[in-house]
């Protein structure tokens, strides 16, 4: 099993970027994907969550109404779209992927990681 995140990069503060996990050696329609978060010196915390239909989300209060998380299924890739970027979004962001298809924020809970992608955003 292979989750590669990508589109990560330097922003400004009030802008945006597009995050994407692509699966490989998984039923990707069958697990619910998320996103963590860990920012230097900080413990990994959870961002948000998407079923494998995509009818149901979850979000941290700090990204609701910032973030989106979306799937596409027939590509077999997960995303985060996040706006108006703050300091405090800095982080190394990490999909995961759960076979049991919770929305749980529980790390322990989910079977396969990501390596990361960094965003940092500037003032």
């Known amino acids: 099993v292979n989750l590669v995140e990508s589109g990560g990069g330097l922003v400004q503060a009030g802008g945006s970027l597009r995050l994407s996990c692509a699966a490989s050696?998984?039923?990707?329609?069958?697990?619910?994907m998320s996103w963590f978060r860990q920012a230097p010196g900080k413990e990994r915390e959870f961002v948000a969550a998407?079923?494998?239909?995509?009818?149901?989300?979850r979000y941290a209060d700090s990204v609701k109404g910032r973030f989106t998380i979306s799937r596409d299924n027939a590509k077999n890739t997960v995303y985060l779209q996040m706006n108006s970027l703050k300091l405090e979004d800095t982080s190394i962001y990490y999909c995961?992927?759960?076979?049991?298809?919770?929305?749980?924020?529980?790390?322990?809970?989910?079977?396969?990681w990501g390596q990361g992608t960094q965003v940092t955003v500037s003032s």
């Open positions: 998407i079923l494998w239909s995509g009818r149901s989300t």
């Open positions: 050696g998984l039923t990707f329609s069958t697990y619910a």
């Open positions: 995961a992927a759960d076979l049991s298809n919770g929305l749980t924020s529980i790390e322990a809970d989910y079977d396969y």
